[in-house]
């Protein structure tokens, strides 16, 4: 027979650990990095994606949206100038005498608190200015009137006195919106009614409006927005002051505004902007007459008094259009034709609420800490992580990015960026399932490639559920190996053609190997004519000793099976011999550059080797280490002497399966209780040198079983120590001189 590790036998060449082990741990963390890198370009605007500005867009709308109150404010009402309107007093403008007569009607018979208009007035009307004049003259009005941009900066009108001068602001830029022109009202009513306020809004890259800012920049001067004068006139018309944010580490973080402070009788206010000086719309509700949210009265009903005095009393009232014809509509996050007065009262109603949502100047600071923290713990957590366990633990941090955004926005109204964070998320998660379904798609390939001619089926499939568990990367374990050689087969191999004595040769492999599969073992090399096969790697296997015993027993029953079937057909019975060793070995990948094998080597190999070599001299099918027959207790056992192998000093005891407890079996047969108590007794009278007791035991053992060698091979054993007695320091094992 062949040594273990060496001789004739069919190696062969492995494959490569899977690829999943070969990339570094740091490898995978620095791919998990990119994501996070991209975010961080983006927050730091180099360069700044548009679509994620768009997501935090579509963000903010769908939170608007579902945290409207829906609620009439009942301090804001708005005369409508609408198609009932212009079908009764003509289309616009209308005559001044005609909106004298509304305002008159509107403080006197309504008693209303303030109107503010939502047009300009910058047409004269010769004969009816005048009438306007006096009818605005010392009343709370505020008017309005728009600023534009273009080359030639054309002005028309008078702007009423700005509320702040560029000198005022402090020495570093801020950002305000800035206008060339503008379009104002007549002077004669702009000196009748000195506060106005500018009614342009900010459209963002979508179209849509969100912010309107509070405060812009026309030359030297810095002018308040409609929705703020009024919100100052009802408050006395306090002083303005800049709120200006302090120097940020961050490029570019906010340098300008982050407030709009009124200051009046030893009090402050402070109203919240982002940086351009912009305040978000709190909007309440879907807009129009129909939305809920304000009291919309139809102008006409006010001029020919349908209208009951004093429905309007204490109201702040704002003029407006909806009238399609005259496009005073906006796109808004709450729907797509938005009355444009509207807007401004939804403004107004948020400052008076004292609750206006914002994006502070903090946000890109806020930003970058935010995806420095989760891409962080991703980065390191996600490839430790299977598929699944990633998504939940991804998932679990999206959760709390929402959830903290959403804190933030319900207690205090901010308005800070989500998208870089949940698309950065969402590409890690992303690249962790792409990066586990790819590269575990090929380790999965790679082990089966590797282990499936080792392996049963059914093993490599537990194999491929956590394939990153398994490698070839050399352990040590306690493991149980069988060797199987068959007997005799020299002699058939000479008296056999080639191709008879292959196919031969294959037939009794493709037996035992499967027999071998079927009891969950993984099967080492083919050396000639003896099969290795180990238990308990690449799968640990608790019960690998009791699995090699089965197998051990089946594999001489299948070749039993497959002699008589040889007999028929005129073939040679093939005799069998298996060697059974249970201990610490060595499995891995083994080998030179050339060949390579997933093999196991050890003291407990080298001991299975010469186990097998002795099943010839005992006359046993089968013969166990010590310790496979301690690890498994479920059988017979039958010790047959004490042995002590090439090279160890120590006797170890061998044994032989005689079947499965309680039955006693032998030759397919029941062993006797008389029979096996009488072996039972011949070991120790062997060890005691009592040769009388022990050919006395042989003599009947022999009459019981005439065809068993195990008693035929004791016998000549006693006779020879009664002739030549051993040695004073004999302890009754037997010496093994040969591999």
Not at 372 to 393: K, M, N
Not at 693 to 722: G, N
Request: charged share 20%.
């Amino acid at each position: 027979m062949s040594d273990p590790r060496g001789g004739h036998r069919r190696a062969r060449r492995a494959t490569p650990m899977p690829a999943a082990r070969r990339w570094p741990a740091w490898a995978r963390v620095a791919a998990m990095l990119l994501p996070l890198l991209l975010a961080l370009l983006h927050t730091l605007g180099r360069p700044s994606l548009g679509v994620l500005d768009r997501i935090d867009d579509l963000i903010h709308d769908t939170r608007l949206r579902l945290g409207m109150p829906g609620t009439l404010d009942t301090r804001i009402a708005i005369v409508d100038i609408d198609e009932k309107s212009l079908a009764a007093v003509g289309r616009w403008p209308w005559p001044r005498d005609r909106v004298a007569a509304l305002l008159d009607r509107l403080f006197d018979e309504q008693q209303v608190r303030l109107v503010g208009l939502d047009t300009v007035l910058a047409e004269p009307d010769p004969g009816r200015d005048e009438v306007l004049a006096r009818a605005l003259q010392g009343r709370p009005v505020v008017l309005g009137y728009y600023f534009t941009s273009d080359r030639g900066g054309h002005t028309s009108g008078q702007l009423p006195a700005p509320v702040l001068r560029q000198a005022e602001l402090p020495g570093r830029s801020v950002a305000l919106t800035r206008w060339d022109g503008y379009g104002a009202n007549l002077p004669v009513l702009a000196a009748a009614a000195p506060q106005a306020g500018f009614f342009n809004a900010i459209t963002d890259d979508d179209g849509v409006v969100r912010a309107l800012p509070l405060l812009a920049a026309h030359g030297e001067g810095i002018y308040e927005s409609f929705a703020l004068a009024l919100y100052r006139r009802l408050l006395g018309l306090p002083a303005v002051a800049p709120g200006v944010a302090p120097q940020r580490w961050l490029p570019g973080d906010y340098q300008g505004l982050h407030s709009v402070r009124l200051i009046w009788d030893g009090r402050q206010a402070a109203i919240p902007v982002d940086g351009r000086g912009a305040a978000r719309v709190p909007f309440r509700g879907e807009g129009g007459p129909d939305g809920g949210s304000f009291t919309y009265v139809s102008a006409a009903d006010v001029l020919q008094g349908r209208l009951a005095p004093g429905t309007l009393q204490g109201r702040i009232v704002l003029l407006g259009f909806t009238a399609p014809g005259l496009a005073d509509l906006r796109a808004t996050p709450v729907g797509g034709t938005y009355p444009g007065v509207e807007v401004h009262a939804s403004l107004l109603s948020g400052l008076l609420d004292g609750h206006l949502p914002v994006r502070p100047d903090y946000a890109r600071g806020y930003e970058v800490v935010l995806l420095l923290l989760a891409g962080l713990v991703l980065a390191l957590r996600l490839p430790r992580l299977g598929p699944a366990r990633g998504a939940l633990f991804s998932a679990g941090v999206l959760a709390a990015l929402v959830g903290l955004n959403q804190a933030l926005y319900v207690a205090h109204g901010l308005v800070l960026p989500l998208a870089s964070a949940l698309v950065m998320v969402a590409l890690m998660l992303g690249l962790h399932m792409s990066w586990g379904y790819l590269v575990e798609r090929r380790a999965k390939g790679q082990l089966a490639q590797a282990f499936g001619t080792y392996v049963p089926p059914e093993l490599v499939a537990e194999m491929l559920r956590s394939p990153g568990h398994y490698g070839m990367t050399a352990t040590t374990r306690e493991m149980t190996v069988m060797f199987c050689d068959m007997r005799g087969f020299t002699a058939i191999a000479e008296s056999m053609p080639p191709q008879q004595l292959q196919a031969l040769l294959n037939t009794m492999f493709s037996h035992l190997s499967a027999v071998v599969s079927r009891h969950r073992g993984t099967i080492d090399k083919f050396m000639g004519d003896c099969l290795m096969a180990f238990w308990g790697a690449p799968l640990e296997t608790p019960a690998h000793a009791r699995l090699a015993v089965e197998a051990a027993l089946d594999v001489v029953a299948e070749v039993e099976r497959l002699n008589r079937e040889h007999r028929r057909q005129g073939l040679p019975a093939i005799g069998l011999g298996v060697g059974l060793s249970t201990g610490p070995m060595c499995v891995g990948d083994m080998g030179s550059d050339i060949r390579r094998s997933y093999t196991v080597i050890g003291d407990a190999v080298n001991l299975g080797a010469r186990l097998e070599g002795l099943s010839r001299l005992y006359g046993v099918d089968i013969v166990a280490s010590d310790r496979t027959r301690e690890l498994a207790p479920g059988f017979v056992w039958q010790q047959i002497d004490r042995v002590r192998v090439k090279g160890k000093a120590q006797a170890v005891a061998i044994h032989t399966p005689l079947g499965h407890g309680p039955a006693r079996m032998t030759n397919g047969a029941p062993l006797p209780e008389q029979e096996l108590a009488e072996w039972d007794a011949f070991l120790p009278a062997w060890r005691a040198r009592d040769w009388d007791t022990c050919e006395a035991l042989l003599v009947s053992l022999r009459r019981r079983d005439p065809q068993k060698m195990l008693y035929h091979y004791w016998a000549e054993r006693v006779a020879l120590a009664r002739q030549t007695p051993p040695g004073p320091d004999w302890d009754g094992a037997t010496d093994i001189t040969t591999k």
